[in-house]
């Protein structure tokens, strides 16, 4: 069974513009005359502020709360040495992310005594797992 199309008001896309239902819709926005754009104030750096290769230096503003450490922060450091472009960058930044998270917890550890006693009983079940396993 076929159905006829043009019996339905408005169908088409092509046709003439006063008869569309989105023409209200389809304007340009306004251009707006004798804007300037000064560049802002550089940012002073304080930390380490990693960049695309791509860029020949850092943007004028950027992101500090939280530098590149440990191990992670070599990581990442090694997958800034690549073209954005490559899978290699993307996918040592994901490595990176999920190693400061194991980061984070050894240094929620070190510094809580509850995180301690978990800690404990989670590495005694993992080794009488381990244990288990073997015999």
């Known amino acids: 069974m076929t159905f006829d199309r043009s019996q339905i008001s408005g ?20 251009r707006l005359e004798n804007v300037h754009w000064d560049i802002p ?14 860029r020949p230096g850092i943007t004028p503003v950027f992101g500090s709360a939280c530098p590149p450490s440990g191990l992670s ?8 040495r690549h073209s954005e472009g490559r899978l290699r960058h993307w996918m040592m930044l994901l490595l990176a992310d999920r190693v400061n998270v194991i980061e984070g917890l050894f240094d929620d550890a070190r510094h809580s005594k509850r995180v301690h006693t978990i800690a404990a009983v989670g590495l ?3 080794v009488a797992m381990l244990w288990l396993r073997k015999s």
């Open 11 to 30: 169908w088409g896309a092509d046709l003439d513009r006063a008869n569309r239902p989105a023409v209200p819709m389809e304007r340009q926005p306004p």
């Open 41 to 54: 104030e550089p940012q002073r750096q304080t930390v380490e502020v990693l960049h695309s290769i791509e």
């Open 73 to 80: 922060g070599k990581i990442r450091r090694a997958a800034f």
């Open 124 to 126: 005694v079940g993992l």
